[in-house]
């Protein structure tokens, strides 16, 4: 199946500084989503991003299709923002299905 | 509520035991998935619902687990001769259309939590 890799495993912030996730994947894809998974365990979607950029606030992300990577970036970073950050991907081939395949997650906590 | 619902939030189940988990999406969300999490690790895919039918069972890990949909609504995961190994949060997901498109955001539920015993 496809590889989904996400670099830092972990991060830890004092809040206010910016910082860059990254997910690497091993084939061609049809469709990326970063998501955050709060200390709850809820995971909520933050990007649909297969390919160029996006921004929401002081999250950005940006995929490069043709070079097998995505980023998220988090801007001024806050308490709230701590959690686990996961990139999914869903592979691009016939008869594939719809399953989203997830990276172990980069997990981030923001210090005050 | 207007999210995805799942019961129980947590189970505790002693090793052999049959368990059910429920997953209520979203009102009109045509496609249903669970997924299993373990601890330090990513949401793995179990299975996607098209209405009715699960269009995609391939990860499903083996026989003893199954799962329902019989009204294209209301999921059920079923797990027979439970193991300790089954032991994680099992989530259900929901969204209008299937497959990733920009605006077809995937929604999760809380999870459910077991735990064999």
């Known amino acids: 199946g496809i590889q989904v890799e996400q670099s830092p495993p972990d991060l830890i912030l004092q809040e206010g500084a910016n910082s860059t996730l990254r997910c690497n994947f091993s084939d061609s894809v049809n469709n990326l989503q970063w998501f955050h998974q709060n200390p709850w365990g809820q995971l909520i979607n933050l990007f649909y991003i297969p390919s160029g950029t996006k921004q929401n606030g002081r999250l950005s992300a940006t995929t490069v299709a043709t070079e097998r990577y995505s980023l998220l970036y988090i801007s001024s970073s806050q308490t709230t923002d701590s959690g686990v950050y996961f990139c999914?991907?869903?592979?691009?081939?016939?008869?594939?299905?719809?399953?989203?395949?997830f990276g172990k997650g980069t997990s981030l906590l923001v210090t005050p | 509520g207007a999210g995805v619902s799942q019961t129980p939030s947590n189970k505790v189940t002693e090793k052999g035991k049959y368990v059910e988990l429920r997953c209520d999406p979203i009102?009109?969300?045509?496609?249903l998935y669970w997924y299993r999490q373990s601890l330090g690790q990513g949401p793995e895919f179990l299975i996607y619902?098209?209405?009715?039918?699960?269009?995609?069972d391939s990860g499903l890990p083996n026989d003893r687990f199954f799962a329902v949909r019989p009204e294209g609504s209301v999921s059920t995961l079923k797990i027979q001769r439970t193991e300790r190994g089954d032991s994680a949060v099992y989530l259900c997901a929901s969204s209008p259309q299937p497959g990733g498109a920009s605006g077809n955001t995937i929604y999760f539920g809380e999870g459910s939590w077991l735990t064999v015993v």
């Open positions: 619902f098209q209405g009715t039918g699960a269009a995609d």
């Open positions: 999914a991907v869903e592979k691009k081939a016939p008869n594939s299905g719809y399953a989203l395949n």
């Open positions: 009102s009109g969300h045509t496609a």
